[in-house]
T-cell receptor, first 115, second 114 residues
């Protein structure tokens, strides 16, 4: 039972253009969402997060949008750079008050940014 | 500040054997979580330890176990290895007071079961 789904295994965009990575979830108890980026041979690194009380969070070139009614979130990267080429994981937490390390991850989307 | 350190980085075992993986968290981090990454499955939560106590457990069989020591270092053990246990095992640590889910991952231990 995949509670967090990233339906696009891969995405290719041109440098300078926008990259949009999508994520859907099924559990309405999730109240905190995160994006992680992973380069080969490295561990995932935290990128950006959003609480369920917000619908948008921005950090430099990265913006995460949350649509609770559709149980959908997306990560926008503008402008995309070749160094952004990596695997992006969407993750969800349903234990905001407990502050635990338990996250539910999607399968990941491999982003390739072409020069 | 040193990051999360996992050892060994690579190992090969045969079916039926057991394996122990080690994780040293970032200094001051008391929470350690373990994840399994396999192709097409993303990262799946194994368990989390905080102050030497298991705080959360994922849906893995009892062959998967772990523990945490007083210095916050953690180990996970897989007994009676199966071919399907071949995966990248990731350890992550976090501060007690950070927002939920902001985990700091190690580079992982890649286990191959033959």
């Amino acid at each position: 039972d995949q509670q967090v789904k990233q339906n696009s295994p891969s995405l290719s965009v041109q440098e300078g253009r926008i990259s949009i990575l999508n994520c859907d979830y099924t559990n309405s108890m999730f109240d905190y969402f995160l994006w992680y980026k992973k380069y080969p041979a490295e561990g995932p690194t935290f990128l950006i997060s959003i609480s369920s009380i917000k619908d948008k969070n921005e950090d430099g070139r990265f913006t995460v949008f949350l649509n609770k009614s559709a149980k959908h979130l997306s990560l926008h990267i503008v402008p995309s750079q070749p160094g952004d080429s990596a695997v992006y994981f969407c993750a969800a937490s349903g234990e905001y008050s407990s502050n635990t390390g338990k996250l539910i991850f999607g399968q990941g989307t491999t982003l390739q940014v072409k020069p | 500040k040193a990051g999360v350190t996992q050892t060994p980085r690579y190992l090969i075992k045969t079916r039926g054997q057991q394996v122990t993986l080690s994780c040293s968290p970032i200094s001051g981090h008391r929470s350690v979580s373990w994840y399994q990454q396999t192709p097409g499955q993303g990262l799946q939560f194994l368990f989390e330890y905080f102050s030497e106590t298991q705080r959360n457990k994922g849906n893995f069989p009892g062959r998967f176990s772990g523990r945490q020591f007083s210095n916050s270092r953690s180990e996970m053990n897989v007994s009676t290895l199966e071919l399907g246990d071949s995966a990248l095992y990731l350890c992550a640590s976090s501060l007690e007071k950070t927002l939920p889910g902001e985990l700091f991952f190690g580079e992982g231990s890649r286990l191959t079961v033959l």
